[in-house]
């Protein structure tokens, strides 16, 4: 049972495996972040240039 743990190879393999798909999530919550908040900075630039319209109307 432990005749494939002990080839270096395939711990090598197993290993970069596991690196591979931990950065894939990473970057999968890092873009999924990244979209929400850059959805609510939107809004808050329409808000802001719409506060600055309504002001030079005024």
Do not use: H
Not at 9 to 16: D, E, G, I, N, V
Not at 20 to 27: A, G, K, R
Request: one cysteine or more; charged letters at 35%.
């Amino acid at each position: 049972m432990n005749g494939d743990n002990d080839n270096p190879a395939f711990l090598k393999r197993y290993r970069l495996l596991i690196t591979l798909v931990i950065i894939l999530l990473v970057l999968a919550v890092g873009c999924w972040l990244v979209k929400k908040r850059g959805a609510n900075r939107t809004d808050e630039r329409k808000d802001r240039v719409l506060q600055q319209l309504d002001q030079r109307k005024k």
